[in-house]
């Protein structure tokens, strides 16, 4: 299993599960896909630490 980001391309904002509304600023946003991240939505690659 993987537990690096999901890429998004293109989108204005993201609205996570509980509804929090967050832009984005860049063409190209990453996601956390792992939930260990202390920046959600967006990842801060602390997938890294976790190890497969």
Do not use: I, Q
């Not at 929090?20 to 920046?39: K, N, Q």
Request: glycine share 10%; net charge negative; proline share 10%.
């Amino acid at each position: 299993m993987t537990r690096g980001p999901r890429l998004v391309r293109d989108v204005d904002f993201v609205v996570s599960p509980d509804g929090e509304t967050s832009e984005a600023t860049r063409p190209v946003v990453a996601l956390c896909t792992c939930g260990a991240t202390g920046r959600p939505p967006w990842c801060d690659a602390t997938h890294k630490l976790l190890g497969d």
